[in-house]
């Protein structure tokens, strides 16, 4: 069935129809209801260039990737998000565009999106602390949504964020509460902004038990197996080891998980280790009981979440920039028990 047909069908011009399936603000949501359950009925599939034809939009989201020596976005975790994406992408007939871009390359990237017309919006991975991403695309008048936050951007932007300093003080207490007090902190790269939130987080829940962070017990790199690995290593190789990590990463988790048990520890009783970002469709936490304590946000849902954000905000350009900040979750695995006696 064509557009042409399911407007006859239902008796409407096919610009109304087209506009409802789009999402214009000014076809009423009753409208708009019965030409999406028409559509669903009648098994319609919009022509993707028709439908930009009919737009005057690209009907596709754009997401650039730094190739990066000090920050790789292409792991598990981006592809959680992209499915998470794409399902809304997808409900809403848009298609996406990935561009693979070396570091120093972003800016051109992102203005030849824009000149080309290839995207009728972006999503903005891995910010940090100041990112010049978001000015840039707030110039061009660009469509973005930032999935987390930048700390120092005081202008108005759109994101979507977990909020990753509670998620960390609320582990960090967790671990206090078992009675340890040698924590480690193996964190991603602190100028993203995550891994800042994240490291306050840490701090706050030491302070306020009267402890000092030691910087002997605090690790910040590119979230990999084997920097848990030799970060964990090196810690327990200490006198004064610790006796409970809280780690960035499922990935890195793992290797720490490999340093324990080469030390001769048993996980959750020698050492105890507590993980974030464990919903990994493709990357399990155990089956029945979770192996690891973690703090638990759906990057799929957030994908989702960002997508619809991204969405609305191109359907109606002059809308407010849009936030939301979602709470983590703290799972209890068997990766963590009380410290250690002497």
């Known amino acids: 069935m064509n557009l042409k047909q399911l407007s006859r069908h239902l008796g409407l011009s096919q610009t109304t129809v087209s506009r409802a399936l789009n999402g214009y603000p000014e076809v009423s949501e009753q409208t708009r209801l019965r030409v999406q359950q028409a559509a669903e009925a009648l098994n319609y599939q919009p022509n993707t260039r028709a439908k930009s034809l009919a737009t005057g939009r690209a009907q596709a989201i754009g997401h650039v990737l730094p190739i990066s020596s000090s920050h790789e976005m292409v792991n598990p975790v981006f592809g959680d998000f992209i499915a998470g994406a794409g399902s809304t992408y997808s409900d809403a007939g848009y298609e996406i565009v990935i561009s693979l871009v070396k570091d120093r390359a972003e800016e051109r990237a992102y203005r030849e999106l824009h000149r080309r017309g290839s995207v009728d919006g972006i999503i903005v991975h891995g910010p940090r602390m100041k990112d010049p991403r978001i000015p840039l695309l707030r110039d061009l008048g660009l469509p973005f949504v930032v999935h987390g936050r930048a700390s120092d951007e005081t202008g108005p932007y759109s994101w979507l964020d977990i909020n990753n300093q509670r998620a960390f003080e609320r582990a960090t207490e967790f671990l206090l509460d078992l009675g340890h007090r040698r924590i480690a902190l193996i964190n991603g790269l602190e100028f993203m902004d995550f891994a800042y939130r994240r490291r306050a987080g840490f701090e706050k829940a030491l302070r306020n038990r009267d402890l000092a962070p030691d910087p002997a017990l605090m690790r910040s790199e590119e979230m990999t197996e084997i ?54 469709g493709y990357l399990r936490n155990g089956h029945s009981v979770p192996i690891f304590t973690a703090t638990r946000s759906s990057v799929r849902l957030a994908g989702e979440r960002a997508a619809a954000m991204l969405l609305d905000c191109i359907r109606d350009p002059g809308c407010e920039p849009k936030t939301q900040l979602l709470e983590a979750e703290l799972i209890i695995g068997a990766s963590t028990g009380p410290a250690p006696q002497g």
């Open 227 to 280: 920097y848990g690995f030799r970060a964990a290593r090196e810690m327990l190789a200490l006198e004064n080891r610790p006796t409970a990590f809280l780690v960035s990463s499922m990935i890195t988790a793992i290797g720490v998980r490999r340093a324990i048990h080469e030390a001769g520890l048993e996980l959750g009783r020698g050492a105890s280790v507590i993980t974030h970002d464990d919903d990994l």
